[in-house]
């Protein structure tokens, strides 16, 4: 169950309201979920703990940049993610966000000269992705999922919204190549697609294509 204090966050979209939905995948999902986020926070706990103290030693303000997008049920999500950038460098780092919630992927060849370096070489790692471990323990986000939206993003999806908030966003996304709007349409394709037809083997198969691609 969703609280009413959540329910009020929603965003005002019309196709948004009043709708509520099984999360996709149901509880074994969810279970999954846990598992596995929760192993790797307490196999990575030292590694996280020791970025966040880098963080703070070398970047001006929080530890975490929270960027707001939309998540299950339409509700307005909170993306942890190490900061990579001082505070000067926030608007270069919120375009850095955009982009790769667009793309599903972190960049990991192409570096913003703005960041300092210890925030440019935890991007090209992924490194800087590991906080929203917590989002997918604590149910915002799922393993396997849909890229994170935001509103602007999201309007492109029109009547066609339900099938990516019936679904947690992912901490692994699809990878789609193309144009904005060939883009887009391929990702409602992929999100209608996994809405309907979610399976554990899947969410395992992504995961595999994930490591299998950060290898090479």
Known sequence: MISSAARNAKYSLIHLVNLQYRPTGGFTKRLVDILISLSILLIFLPLILMIAALVKLSTTGSVFYNHEEIGYDGVSLLRLTFRTASASGGQDFAQYLTMTAQTGSTPRHQQDISLPPFG?????????????????????????????????????????????????????????????????????????????NWTLAADVREIWQFFTAVRH
């Open 120 to 196: 440019a070489v935890l991007q090209q790692l992924g490194l800087d992705r590991l906080p929203q471990l917590f989002n997918v323990l604590r149910g915002d986000m799922s393993i396997v999922g849909p890229s994170p939206l935001t509103m602007s993003e999201i309007e492109r999806y029109g009547s066609n919204t339900s099938y990516y908030i019936k679904t947690r966003p992912g901490l692994i996304g699809y990878r789609v190549d193309g144009g904005t709007d060939a883009h887009y349409f391929r990702r409602l394709q992929l999100d209608r697609t996994y809405a309907e």
